[in-house]
């Protein structure tokens, strides 16, 4: 697992705290407890207190400090306490705030890969999302839209070229024009993917966190179990029933867990 991370997240929300400062002061006060609390987290961490640790994460987490940083050292120390599936949780919420950051990409796979060396729950099926999730999580946000925009604009700039060499060239024209024709569809396909992330983005999904679930017919425990989940897998949710939450596998099986047993994303 890689490294603690510093207060670097931290950079912004207190330059704001300190601009405001003179119209707000409860800002700067704001600022110093949560800067108190990530220090107090990193402390507790290096000392091997993995407990003090969680405690001053999710103690900024109440805050409202939406931060990838606090999300991995969140899931740095669940890691260190052996809870697999709220590590995975905790890395999921990192991956998906910064999905480009290699640190958190590498934290969550080896904390896969310990989950399943456990158990792992065999799907039959489906043992991978649907194709459209795979190609659409396989390019961060960022380099899906630099994507577009670089494809978008060069689409325009060869038909700019190709206007300009109407009456000469044939030659030339006839290779603009394929180029224009490549470059449309890699827009097109571009804008596809970012359409696909939009969508998935409202999608809600969770993580199970305890290391066994048992997943019910009903929102009741009463209801008899239907199979059984393990850690860090990651379900789609559908509905809600008080404190019980009703959840989707990739192959379409689906159930009812307790809302406590669940870390939405």
């Not at 659409?136 to 494809?151: D, N, S």
């Not at 060069?154 to 070229?161: D, G, K, S, Y």
């Not at 000469?168 to 396909?189: C, F, P, W």
């Amino acid at each position: 697992m890689t490294h603690l991370r510093g207060a670097r997240a931290l950079a912004g929300w207190r330059a704001a705290a300190l601009l405001l400062a003179t119209v707000l002061p409860v800002q700067v006060a704001r600022a110093d407890r949560v800067d108190e609390a990530w220090r107090r987290g990193n402390d507790a961490y290096l000392r091997g207190d993995y407990a003090g640790a969680v405690a001053a994460y999710q103690e900024l987490d109440r805050q409202g400090l939406v931060s990838a940083d606090l999300a991995f050292n969140l899931g740095n120390a669940y890691y260190r306490q052996n809870n697999l599936g709220r590590a995975i949780w905790a890395f999921e919420r990192a991956a998906a705030l910064d999905p480009d950051d290699e640190d958190t990409r590498y934290n969550l796979k080896q904390a896969r890969k310990l989950a399943d060396r456990r158990v792992r729950d065999k799907i039959e099926g489906a043992d991978r999302d649907p194709l459209w999730m795979r190609v659409v999580v396989a390019l961060g946000p960022a380099t899906e839209t630099w994507l577009f925009v670089a494809c978008y604009l060069a689409f325009f700039a060869a038909l700019a070229a190709l206007g300009m060499r109407r009456r000469r060239g044939e030659h030339a024209r006839a290779l603009l024009a394929a180029t224009a024709s490549i470059l449309a569809v890699a827009a097109v396909l571009s804008g596809g993917l970012l359409a696909g992330r939009a969508a998935l983005d409202r999608i809600p999904f969770g993580v199970i966190l305890p290391d066994a679930v048992a997943v019910r017919e009903g929102a009741d425990t009463n209801y008899r179990t239907s199979f059984e989940l393990h850690a860090g897998l990651r379900v789609r949710l559908l509905d809600r029933d008080q404190e019980w939450l009703r959840i989707r596998l990739p192959n379409g099986l689906e159930g009812w867990v307790r809302e406590q047993d669940i870390g939405r994303l």
